[in-house]
């Protein structure tokens, strides 16, 4: 009978750590959708404003060509090189 007894308390204890592992790998879980889905967010954000920029950017580039003012295109130039050294390596506009 106080073998049973035993058993049953050991029981509950492995039950009880076992519900609480549960509860913190849900937890866990929870917190990485989280910041997945967070990390998400700003990723689009960030692409959106990469984008923004190009677009601005090829406007400002075109206009200048379209002036054919020599002055203005090499600062135009100059400023896609940069941008070409730094964040942007593909000009297509997504």
């Known amino acids: 009978m106080v073998d049973l007894l ?5 029981l509950k204890t492995m039950n009880n750590y076992i519900d609480k592992q549960y ?6 879980q929870r917190d990485f959708e989280a910041l997945e889905s967070e990390y998400k967010r700003l990723y689009e954000q ?3 404003q990469i984008n923004n920029l190009k677009t601005e950017i090829l406007k400002i580039n075109n206009d200048a060509v ?4 020599d002055a203005q ?10 941008l070409e050294n730094t964040i942007v390596d593909d ?4």
């Open 6 to 10: 035993i058993n049953n308390d050991y």
């Open 23 to 28: 509860e913190e790998d849900m937890n866990r």
């Open 46 to 48: 960030q692409k959106q």
């Open 66 to 69: 379209n002036s054919g003012d």
């Open 73 to 82: 295109m090499e600062i135009t130039g100059r400023v896609i090189e940069a």
């Open 91 to 94: 000009w297509r506009v997504e």
